[in-house]
Each structure stands twice: as C-alpha cells, then as structure tokens.
C-alpha cells in the first residue's frame, strides 16, 4: 500500500475485520507494508493472498512494478486495486493485465494486444449504440403505451428495426452460431416488443466478449442512484475565493510575484529552466504561503529582489497571524489585511462557515505549521483539529476520530498526508488552502467527504478554492474547473489519462507562460469530454449483464451450455477469444 495509507489499512483491516496486523486467529499471518518496505524474501514468499492498493501509480515506475509483478507471479490469489482502467490506453491496459495475470498476459505482444482492443472496439461501439437506443426505445414504448398500443407506433417500430440491425451487424461480424439463434429469438410482436430478449443477447455479448473478465470497474454512475431514481451519492458544488494582489493592502505579495514572474519567464526565454524541478516547485509553493515558498527559494539562484520582497511578505503575514483574533473580530480596523490568502481562509472559517464541519488541505509543512499556529489563536481548542506528517500515529487517529465523532469539533487542517484514504464524511466543505498540479490530488482531497456511505441528509460536497486573481494561479485554476469540471464532477474513470493532462499544463507554460494555460482550456475540455465518452462506452459494456439483472438466468444456462462443449461451436467461434478474454468454460468428462 501508499506510505499514507498503511495506518489506515491496518487500523480498518482490526476494526471492520476484526483481522489484526500480523499472527492472528487459527494462526493466520497478515502483513501490511508499503511500497519501499518491501524486502527480497518478501518476492521469494508464496503468499495466499496478495492485495495492491493504487496500483495505477506503479505502471509508470519501472523498479515498482518489476517487484509487484515478482509477487504476483508467486501469488496464488490477488487483488489490486486501481484507477479505472481503459482499454484504449492500450500499453498501461497489458501492463495491469501482466500484473493481474502474469502467465496469461506476460508472452502476449503489444501488438497482438492492440489487434485484440482494436476487435473489441468496435464490438463496444456497436453495443453502445444499442444500449442507448434501447434506453430511448423502452422511454417510448411507456410513453406510448399510456394511450395507445405501442405495437402500432411507427417510432417504436424505426428504434426496434435500429437496434434490430446493430444486432444483425454485430451477429455477422462475430459468426457466433449461438448469438445467432439469439437474434431470432427477437420479435416486435412479442408482449415487451423484444425487450426482454434485446437485453438477453446485450448481456451475452457483453459477458462473453470482454477482454478480461477478472477486471470490475468501480461504476459510479450505476451507484449514484437507485433503480428507483434515488440519489444514492452526493453532488458537488464550488465556492470561489477570489482575492486580488493589491500593491496598496499586498504590496509585498504583489512585488514578490511580479519579480517570480519575470524571473521564470527570462528563464524559460533562455532555456536554462525546468518546468518540473524549477518552475513548479517555486510556483506551487508561491501560491500556498510565504514560508513554503521562501523555504523552497533557497534552493535557487534567483534575484535578491525577489528573496528581499519575500521575507517582507513573510513578515506582514506573521503580523496577521500574531493580531488574528483582533484583525477577524475587527475587519473595519484591519481591512488592509483582508487581501492575504492566510486572513480570507480564516475569516471563511469564522464569518460564512462559523457552523459548518470543514477541512483544509494544504501540500506543504511550512503552510500547515502556519495554518496551525493561526487556527490555535482563533479558535478554541475544542472546535480544531490537526492531521500532519509531524504528528505522531496516536496524535493522528486521535485527531481524526474527534473530527468524525464530536459536534464541537469543526475544522480539521491537513497537509499533503490527509489527501488519500481518509473518511471525513463527516464535513461539506473542503478548502484548497493551495491547489496542486496534479488533479488526481484534488481528486483525492473531494473524495475524503464524496463517498458512497455519505449520509444523504446532507447531498452536497463543496470545494472552497481560494485563488489570486490575474495569476498563474488563475489560470490553474480555469484549467481544472473549465477544462476537467474537477470541483463539481468525480474524475472517476478519468485517472488513467491524469498523466496526460499533467504534461499539457507543462507544454503550456513552456509555449507562454502568461497565457498558455487559459488557451489550452479549450483543448483539455474536447480530451476529457473524449475520453469520457470512451469511459462510457467501456463501462456500459461491462456493466449491461449487471444492469440487466433479470438477464442472469438466462446467462447462467448460456454459461453452462458452453462450459459443457455440447458441440463444436465452442471450439469454432469461441476458443481463440476465450483464451484471451477470460472466458473460463471447463470441459465436463465424459460429456
């Protein structure tokens, strides 16, 4: 598992399992480690049971994934949990499919592979198209049938032929004897028009003609409501914190950037900067608190303005943070204070969210310890909370558990360790003290209050972003709500293209520094809205057997019919698939 996560694996592994970190009952042993605790006797080890937490983070990382794979080869049975996969990421889909089943993917090329995807493609194509008109043909068929017999309706009549003859299509393509029969069985003069019988061959083709079917996607948008049309999960909203750097009330901040922003762009004008080791660290640490940033500007060879302007703007917001509790019981006195990122998340916590269980989230120590010395000062003691890499793992779940079980206790502040794992159902409200470049990471920071066990009595997650105005940060900013829709819908399904967004934030920055990002909004907005469509498709493949729940039966006999080898259509239409696609039929002897 993550670093992060380790804690919490082993704490809900004992308290929802009553299963304890290492010997336990009947003298069954369970072993938690992360990543770089890992040792070689632990890759010579043939375990049980092996489960991966994250393990999308691993494909990417050559050392990591050649242990994960080592113990997956000796496991006897796995489980690893990832972002959701898609297909058309052709090379990172094998390389999961390597980890989960090494001896049936490890000597498949990249290229049969593809061939392979490219096939099942345009199967989910077609099947897509079906299962769309066979949502607006039952919509029809019951708005019909209110006054009048549907099999009479000339629409109804044009959706069956439609959908009729994407079956036929798919039939022709697949030479499958049996799909065949199935498509005869599909009448419009039957009592549902076809209904039923469209849903069975659906869900045949759906369950049979997967690439693998050992993987399960997470499939939020089924869980986001109930057959009944119940909201099942959450909905998320933003708030916008908007401050502007004045050089009357942040003259400090002001300057300071205005000398960053010169210096990257002299840098990148003259090629001796690094977007990934130079520019965003410095940036990212700008935009969170003057002490993160300065922390990280030691580490450069900048101006002397820059660090001079720095250390002033430190100075003024230490000010604020020493006169706190006065500059929020009395904002008419200390208005000059009110257009610093430190007095606007605090002032939020005082005035419009003073009854609202809210976290914070920030990605660096420097701004936590901060953050942590402000909301000591002006607040009482009861209503905080803290979750920090300082903190000692008593301090942490202790902390935690206050959060999610005392009324009184309102405002937990977190640094990057909050972001991953943790259950704070509890509260609405997030606030971004700082926004990272990566949206996997706000993605994680959402999902600590938007889970699926939310109590629905409060249906709303909101995003409090605190932003600059005419920034780089602004333009961050754009990007991932114009561009991803990140505060106001999941990403689920959208991870595995994370790295993908990441790189056309730093082409962007390197083409025009000012202004890049906002131009590429437009770009991010047709990848993501293209990507999603092929989630979509995907998913819907997947999940049609599970939504076609009456269908199982019917599933079930088809199942049986081939595992028995009744004839030779199994080795004709379907062995060379099988032996890809995880169809797993077993030959009954003597039969």
């Known amino acids: 598992v993550p670093e992060a996560l380790k804690e919490q694996w082993i704490s809900e592994l004992l308290l929802k399992f009553n299963i304890p970190n290492g010997v336990g009952a009947n003298s069954n042993s369970v072993v938690v480690k992360s990543v770089n605790e890992i040792e070689q006797s632990d890759l010579a080890t043939q375990w049980n049971f092996v489960i991966i937490d994250e393990v999308h983070k691993y494909l990417f990382v050559k050392n990591t994934y050649e242990i994960m794979h080592s113990i997956s080869k000796k496991a006897k049975n796995l489980l690893v949990l990832s972002a959701t996969p898609v297909q058309q990421k052709k090379e990172e889909y094998l390389d999961l499919l390597r980890l989960l089943l090494p001896d049936k993917y490890d000597h498949i090329s990249a290229e049969k592979f593809g061939n392979l995807v490219e096939k099942q493609g345009k199967i989910i194509q077609k099947t897509a198209l079906i299962l769309d008109d066979l949502g607006d043909y039952e919509e029809e068929i019951a708005s019909v049938s209110e006054d009048a017999d549907p099999h009479e309706n000339e629409d109804c009549k044009e959706l069956f032929e439609e959908i009729y003859d994407d079956l036929s299509d798919i039939c022709e393509e697949l030479d499958d004897e049996k799909l065949s029969a199935l498509l005869e069985n599909i009448h419009f003069d039957n009592d549902d028009l076809g209904v039923y019988s469209i849903k069975v061959i659906v869900s045949y083709i759906c369950g049979n003609y997967q690439i693998e079917s050992n993987i399960i996607r997470n499939r939020r948008k089924i869980l986001e409501e109930s057959e009944d049309d119940v909201r099942l999960m959450a909905t998320r909203d933003l708030v916008d914190l908007e401050y502007i750097l004045d050089n009357d009330k942040a003259l400090y901040e002001q300057l300071t950037y205005n000398e960053l922003a010169d210096w990257i762009v002299k840098g990148l004008e003259r090629a001796n900067l ?309 169809f797993h039929g077993n030959t009954v002897s003597g039969k």
Request: proline share 3%.
């Open 274 to 582: 690094d977007i990934e080791d130079n520019v965003r660290p410095l940036l990212s640490s700008f935009f969170s608190s003057p002490w993160a940033f300065l922390a990280h500007l030691s580490g450069f060879k900048t101006t002397d303005a820059l660090e001079e302007n720095a250390r002033k703007w430190l100075d003024n917001e230490q000010y604020n943070i020493d006169h706190i509790a006065e500059i929020l019981n009395d904002p008419d006195e200390y208005e000059e204070c009110y257009s610093t990122r430190l007095v606007v998340v605090l002032n939020a916590l005082f005035d419009e969210f003073y009854d609202k269980k809210v976290v914070l989230f920030t990605n660096y120590t420097e701004t936590f310890e901060a953050y942590r010395n402000a909301i000591s000062k002006a607040f009482p003691a009861g209503e905080v909370s803290f979750f920090g890499s300082d903190m000692s793992t008593e301090e942490i779940e202790l902390s935690a558990y206050r959060f999610q079980t005392e009324k009184e206790c309102r405002i937990m502040l977190c640094d990057f360790t909050g972001g991953e794992g943790r259950n704070f159902q509890c509260a609405d409200y997030i606030i971004h003290i700082d926004l990272p470049w990566d949206a996997s990471a706000i993605e994680q920071r959402i999902g600590r209050l938007d889970r699926l066990e939310r109590d629905l009595s409060r249906p709303v997650v909101y995003s409090i972003v605190v932003h600059t105005k005419d920034t780089f940060e602004e333009a961050l900013f754009s990007f991932f709500r114009d561009g991803l829709n990140i505060f106001t819908q999941s990403l689920s399904g959208m991870e595995i293209i994370m790295k993908d967004i990441n790189a056309e934030i730093i082409s962007a920055i390197k083409a025009d520094f000012k202004y890049g990002l906002f131009e590429k909004i437009p770009h991010i907005v047709e990848l993501a809205n293209t990507m999603k469509e092929v989630i979509r498709k995907e998913q819907n493949f997947d999940a049609a057997g599970f939504i076609y729940r009456p269908m199982y039966a019917e599933l079930r006999r088809l199942i049986e019919y081939y595992s028995q080898n009744e004839n030779e259509l199994f080795s004709s239409t379907m062995s060379n698939w099988a032996s890809l696609a995880g």
